[in-house]
């Protein structure tokens, strides 16, 4: 079978600041909406690759744009969730999706096992082979790191407007994520969730159980809402907030 992605084509993953020594570790699943070649834009007009189902708009700037403030290790994955999400289990019916919310997506219809396991060693294999590298590097090196899973969600999914303007998710270790909720619930005027509209679970997400709770370490998986970090001014406000509350929150949970 050839290769899925092409020699002039991204390689599956790209890691920000790969030398850093800084104790975060950011992570950005949906940071891109690239569709290889090799899948003809999965039956899909451009229009819809270009909306949320096709990535998590503003989350790669932000992730960036932290990085660079936090001195954090960070990772984007350069294609879309639409290929395979690179935050559900492979194999499981959301991995690589058929509809996604009114969505159909063709080239995803009946695809065999065989080009299912290829997206998978192509491109969620590598993304995830890459954060364990540097977590295990990390590790051996008695390192403290504190994780942060980077999202952004849609303002208006089925039809309903969330009114939220960000949320912190979490499964069973609620410290980092509790702590940060807090400081963020005392700036003014901001609408904070807390595990809504989405929440981890061992079976919805990858990143988080597999990276983080196996290893024990202090994560928050944060979402942002998309109309507010689609744009430069949105996402430079995002980065100095998250900038200055993260080292806040990570001293609230003795970090
Ligand atoms: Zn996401």
Same mark, same amino acid.
């Given at each position: 079978?050839?290769? %899925? %992605?092409? +020699?002039?084509?991204?390689?599956?993953?790209?890691?920000?600041?790969?030398?850093? $020594?800084? @104790?975060? $570790?950011?992570? +950005?699943?949906?940071?891109? *909406? @690239?569709?290889? @070649?090799?899948?003809? @834009?999965?039956? %899909?007009?451009? !229009?819809?690759?270009?909306?949320?189902?096709?990535?998590?708009?503003?989350?790669?700037?932000?992730?960036?744009? %932290?990085? !660079?403030?936090? *001195?954090a290790w960070a990772i984007l994955q350069n294609y879309s969730r639409l290929v395979i999400d690179c935050n559900r289990h492979p194999g499981t019916p959301t991995s690589i999706p058929v509809r996604s919310e009114n969505t159909d997506i063709?080239? *995803?219809?009946?695809?065999?096992?065989?080009?299912?396991?290829?997206?998978?060693?192509?491109i969620f294999d590598p993304y995830h082979a890459a954060i364990a590298a540097e977590l295990d590097t990390r590790a051996r090196a008695g390192r403290a790191t504190l994780f942060v899973a980077l999202h952004s969600f849609t303002p208006v999914y089925d039809g309903a407007a969330r009114a939220m303007h960000a949320a912190v998710l979490y499964n069973r270790d609620v410290r980092l994520a509790r702590a940060l909720f807090h400081r963020l619930a005392a700036e003014p005027g901001l609408i904070v969730a807390d595990n809504e509209p989405y929440r981890v679970t061992d079976e919805s997400d990858y990143g988080v159980p597999v990276h983080c709770e196996r290893r024990g370490l202090p994560y928050v998986e944060f979402e942002i809402r998309q109309d507010l970090i689609a744009q430069a001014e949105g996402q430079a406000a995002w980065i100095d907030r998250l900038a200055s509350l993260l080292p806040l929150a990570a001293c609230d949970i003795g970090f």
């Open positions: 079978m050839p290769s %899925l %992605l092409a +020699c002039d084509e991204p390689k599956p993953f790209h890691v920000i600041q790969p030398a850093s $020594v800084g @104790r975060w $570790v950011i992570t +950005c699943d949906h940071a891109s *909406n @690239r569709i290889p @070649r090799a899948l003809g @834009r999965l039956g %899909l007009p451009d !229009a819809e690759i270009a909306r949320h189902i096709g990535w998590d708009i503003g989350a790669a700037a932000v992730t960036q744009g %932290l990085a !660079a403030r936090l *001195n063709p080239g *995803n219809v009946g695809i065999s096992p065989e080009h299912a396991a290829q997206r998978r060693t192509e």
